[in-house]
């Protein structure tokens, strides 16, 4: 054999051992390794039976957005070897496109840099990232809508919620609703709107009028158990919707229309840069920032508040009336989930000073 031979025969064996030994590293070449590890499974006091870990849906994307890996868990590589940079290892158990009974998604997704010549390992931990409504009703509510049907609503997505259901709906964080469907007018009517966070679930007891739930809704409990918030409220259909409620309770009326809150004027100029609505110095005239609290400046703690061109805005704007800073207001409008960077309400119609 010749020399070059016996020099190519005695490389292939060492070509192979790299490509398969992830712990060799060529920091000149700026490689490292990505490697995952899902933690213990997720536990849980419910009766809900979990995926099977190797089951569970792996991606794996490079900064540029670009799919490295997505697949099952099981059948995933045992590493990458990756260009130094920064990767996105996310895992769920399911997908979810749409709001479903008994399915709750469990998953995490880390952020992750991979310097040149080093092993990273990316840790999983499983928690649940959807939330979740179970609606409870008595018999009154057949009585008082014998054609009507409830529904749990999100995005373009209806999902029934028949009388004797049990089971839980989960739905994405954000924005859902309660719907009731009059059969005999095929009409819908909204009766609750929440923004669900990720581990939550609601527990809502829907009572028709007449029924044991009183005149109004009930002070929310939350509960805490191992893997989700649980909440307990209830509906009174056709209840006192009037009553002003506070910035606080804003969040959990999203999508309501003709509301009144109640607050302090704090600032305005939420288009400036920075976290704090301004209190001084105020050059717009369409809108101001309410507040629980008159010492309270932080954007992300106030209803921002559109003032239409009109009464509104010639008795509320701060351009004109600076001295209403730190006044207690009442302030009717449609509740938006985000107006300048924060809940807002938009529409405003009415005002009253208490």
């Known amino acids: 054999m010749k020399p070059l031979h016996w020099a190519l025969a005695a490389l292939l064996p060492l070509s192979v051992i790299a490509c398969d030994d992830f712990s060799l590293r060529d920091a000149t070449r700026g490689k490292g390794t990505l490697r995952w590890q899902v933690e213990s499974a997720p536990a849980t006091k419910s009766t809900e039976a979990l995926p099977d870990t190797n089951d569970y849906i792996l991606t794996v994307r490079d900064a540029s957005g670009t799919v490295l890996y997505e697949g099952a868990y099981g059948d995933s590589p045992r590493a990458l070897d990756v260009e130094a940079g920064n990767y996105t290892v996310g895992i769920v158990s399911i997908p979810f496109p749409e709001p479903a009974f008994d399915s709750p998604q469990y998953g995490d997704e880390q952020l992750v840099q991979v310097p040149a010549g080093q092993n990273v390992t990316v840790r999983l931990n499983c928690t649940l990232q959807n939330a979740g409504i179970r609606l409870r009703t008595g018999p009154e509510f057949l009585q008082a809508y014998p054609d009507g049907i409830l529904y749990i609503q999100q995005g373009g997505t209806r999902l029934p919620y028949l009388y004797r259901e049990s089971r839980i709906a989960y739905v994405k964080p954000g924005l859902a609703s309660v719907l009731l469907y009059h059969e005999g007018q095929n009409r819908y009517e909204t009766l609750f709107n929440r923004l669900m966070e990720p581990r939550e679930v609601l527990s809502l007891s829907i009572v028709a009028p007449g029924g044991s739930g009183g ?27 009037g009553a002003p409620i506070s910035v606080a309770d804003v969040p959990s009326r999203i999508g309501e229309e003709g509301v009144w809150v109640t607050g302090y004027i704090v600032g305005g100029d939420l288009t400036s840069a920075g976290k704090n609505v301004k209190t001084e110095d105020i050059t717009k005239n369409t809108h101001l920032a309410l507040a629980d609290r008159s010492s309270t400046t932080e954007k992300a703690s106030c209803l921002a508040v559109e003032l239409p061109q009109g009464k509104v805005r010639d008795a509320l704007n701060l351009v004109s009336h600076p001295e209403l800073i730190g006044l207690r207001v009442r302030l009717k409008g449609n509740l938006v989930e985000k107006y300048f960077g924060t809940v807002g309400m938009k529409g405003t119609a009415d005002y009253e000073f208490p």
């Open 215 to 241: 005149g109004g809704k009930n002070t929310i409990s939350v509960q805490t158990d191992t893997t989700k918030v649980w909440a307990h409220d209830s509906f009174v259909i056709g209840g006192n919707t």
